[in-house]
């Protein structure tokens, strides 16, 4: 079996804005809109689990005590 490569966050995005938009059109077949449907699903957990971390590494950087965490409520992020 050939091992994917690990896309970027950024192509996952792009890859995400596709689907939205095409599904959005409301031109797709029910089958494959469902199956397009379950890859933006795997996209967005993909996207949410890089941001996270990222936050995580960025927290560690901006604190003195290397331990130290802070968490950015919900709404700071919308």
Do not use: W
């Not at 933006?40 to 927290?59: I, N």
């Amino acid at each position: 079996m050939a091992e994917k490569r690990k896309m970027s966050f950024e192509e996952a995005m792009e890859n995400l804005e596709k689907i939205v938009q095409r599904l959005e059109e409301g031109e797709v077949p029910l089958e494959e809109a469902l199956d397009q449907y379950q890859k933006g699903v795997e996209l967005s957990k993909y996207c949410h689990d890089t941001l996270k971390h990222a936050e995580k590494q960025m927290t560690k950087l901006m604190t003195d005590e290397g331990e130290k965490e802070f968490a950015l409520s919900e709404e700071e992020n919308s």
